[in-house]
Each structure stands twice: as structure tokens, then as C-alpha cells.
């Protein structure tokens, strides 16, 4: 069994089907030629993971740990699955405060309608939008902007992960009354009426990852983007990815029919985030491999525990991981940008 490559985006897994996929992990190194997750990094190369059967293990993860408590003593359950960046002070009062435990998401969220012309555009309609965001995660974004940063509008928020969707569907769905909807599909083949959106929000989702170009996922993906927004609607992105491949990324935005209106670079506050964020990190990766009998087989377990500590810390861009050193380096950029469908 390699869970790195083997589970469905279509399936949510019980706490005791991940304990035995999990087992059957463990032991399959028996018969492993070399680890695909590095010892000394938690870096696994790109041909060796499909983005699919990582994301269907964590969502299921995510679930089936429910309320953990932070390296503070905070309880909270683990539903914004972001990196995130320490509010900038020039942007205004911080939206979230120090003893949140998800804070740098919430923040990662809030941000992406920071943008004075979307500000405008929202008080124009009385807060009245309607916002699409393209690979959603659990919708604890969603909720976040809902109730704190767009208290009038509409959302849909879309994911391709099931056990996503159904965290958001459980979770955050029943308390707005109507104006959160979850919907399960691929952001790139989505039905959604065109020009049904005042606002498409995309908030650290997995796409653009490939160095200097842009796949033909990204165009597809993009170009659902640009048939679901109004006239005038926004795109507002926000990402760490590999520095060369935004300018490639802008670049077709424009042919496509989109303005740059702004871009920031909050690379040093995600590296922040990460910094003061390390030891809450390091208490919930703790917490979840307590949980899995898996890692206490003989021999064979205390190996594969290592392993699947330094994949989810690298996971998470935690210091001393390859994708941390990746920000440190500005080999990858955390940038915030807006762009405007033209008429």
C-alpha cells in the first residue's frame, strides 16, 4: 500500500479503515527498495506522490482526529489546512489574535479581500456578492469569510477532496443559514453557471506548482475562473509556489482576458507564520501518530513514523523542512494578487 499514490479523492476514510491503510503502509517497507519521503527533509519528489491520494489521507486525517489541543492548551479540530503569513501591520488591525490556533489561515483568508478595489466593489452592492472558491478545502475559509470578513454575501465553495466537502458539509454548512453551499468536483471540468461570480477566491490550493511554466491543469482551471466571474468580478489568489512560474501564470491570465490590478509579496510573513507556528505543528503531528497503532510494530513502525512525521512537517512548510528552506530561499514566493475580468 503507498499513500502517497493509492487513495481516491472520492472516498472518506473511517478511523479504522486509515488504521489499516496505514498498517498496510508500515508493512510494505519490507519490500521497499528506498523511502520516497527523505529523512532528512520530509521532501518526496514530484513524480513519487499523487496530489489526490495525499489530500483524501489528510482530509480523512483531519476528521478522524477531531478537537485536538494545541501546543498552548487550546482545543480546536484542524480544518484550515493553510500555511498562511502573520498579518502585516500596514494592512490595518490584525483580524485574528495570538491565541488562535489557526490564526495564520484565518488570516490567509482575510487577506485576499483585503484589496481596496474589491472593498469598493462589495460596499457598491451592499455587501451583497456572490463568491466561488476553487479548491476549498474543508470550507473553514469559507465559514472565516462568511461570518467575520463578508457577513452579506453568498458562497460556493468547491473541492474535489469528498472528505473535504463533507467536513464543510458536517461543520460549517448548518450555521449560515443557507449561504454557504459545498459542492464535490474538479474546479477545472466545474458546472457552475458562467459569470455567476461577483468574486473567485483561490486560497493556497494545489495548482501551479510545475517551476517557470504553466500545465495545461493550470489553463483549464484558470479558464473555469474566468467563465464563472461577472464582468468587472475579481480573482483574488494567494499561494507559496515556485518564484519563476507567477510570471508565466500572470501572463496567461491577461490572454485570457484578465487585468492585474495588485500583487504583494508576503513571503516574509509566511515564513513568520511558519517560525511561530512550529511548536502547535509539532504538537498535532505528535497527536496523530499516537493515534495509529501502525507506528508501534516492531521495527517497522518506529522507521515509517519518521517518515510520515517529516512528510506531514514538510507538508506544513515547518522549519527545517525542504519547503520551508524553499520560502527561506525565494526559490518559492508567497504572493497575494488581484486581477480584474475586463470587459
Avoid at 14 to 20: E, H, N, V
Avoid at 62 to 68: D, K, L
Avoid at 189 to 215: F, N, P, W
Amino acid at each position: 500500500m503507498d499513500i502517497l499514490t493509492a487513495l481516491s479523492p472520492n472516498t472518506e476514510y473511517s478511523t479504522a479503515k486509515l488504521q489499516l491503510v496505514l498498517g498496510a503502509w508500515v508493512l510494505s517497507t519490507a519490500f521497499e527498495r528506498k523511502p520516497k519521503i527523505s529523512t532528512d527533509s520530509g521532501h518526496v519528489a514530484e513524480a513519487d506522490y499523487h496530489k489526490q491520494s495525499i489530500y483524501s489521507l489528510l482530509y480523512s486525517l483531519y476528521r478522524s482526529m477531531g478537537v485536538v489541543t494545541s501546543d498552548r492548551g487550546e482545543p480546536y479540530e484542524l480544518t484550515f489546512n493553510t500555511w498562511g503569513y502573520a498579518w502585516p501591520a500596514q494592512w490595518g488591525e490584525p483580524p485574528t489574535t495570538a491565541a488562535d490556533p489557526q490564526r495564520f489561515g484565518k488570516n490567509a483568508y482575510t487577506g485576499l479581500f483585503a484589496f481596496a478595489p474589491v472593498k469598493e466593489y462589495v460596499r457598491g452592492r451592499a455587501g451583497r456578492v456572490h463568491v466561488v472558491e476553487m479548491g476549498c478545502g474543508t470550507g473553514a475559509g469559507a465559514h472565516h469569510v462568511c461570518q467575520h470578513v463578508l457577513p452579506e454575501c453568498t458562497y460556493e465553495a468547491v473541492d474535489m477532496q469528498r472528505a473535504a466537502i463533507e467536513t464543510c458539509r458536517r461543520k460549517f454548512v448548518p450555521e449560515l443559514g443557507g449561504r454557504l453551499v459545498a459542492t464535490h468536483a474538479d474546479c477545472t471540468e466545474l458546472r457552475a453557471a458562467a459569470g455567476s461570480a461577483d468574486i473567485v477566491a483561490v486560497c493556497e490550493t494545489h495548482v501551479t506548482e510545475q517551476a517557470g511554466r504553466v500545465t495545461e491543469e493550470d489553463r483549464l482551471f484558470f479558464g473555469t475562473a474566468h467563465r464563472l466571474l461577472k464582468t468587472g468580478g475579481f480573482l483574488v489568489w494567494g499561494n507559496a509556489i515556485p518564484d519563476g512560474t507567477w510570471q508565466p501564470c500572470f501572463d496567461l491570465l491577461e490572454s485570457i482576458g484578465m487585468r492585474s490590478v495588485e500583487v504583494r509579496d508576503v513571503t516574509e510573513y509566511a515564513i513568520l507564520a511558519r517560525d511561530q507556528d512550529r511548536a502547535r505543528v509539532d504538537a498535532y503531528v505528535s497527536q496523530c501518530l499516537e493515534k495509529f497503532l501502525a507506528f508501534r510494530i516492531p521495527f517497522l513502525g518506529p522507521k515509517k513514523r519518521v517518515e510520515a512525521r517529516l512528510a506531514m512537517e514538510n507538508f506544513y512548510r515547518n522549519p527545517g523542512t525542504n519547503l520551508y528552506a524553499n520560502m527561506t530561499t525565494r526559490k518559492d514566493s508567497y504572493r497575494v494578487v488581484l486581477f480584474q475580468k475586463a470587459a
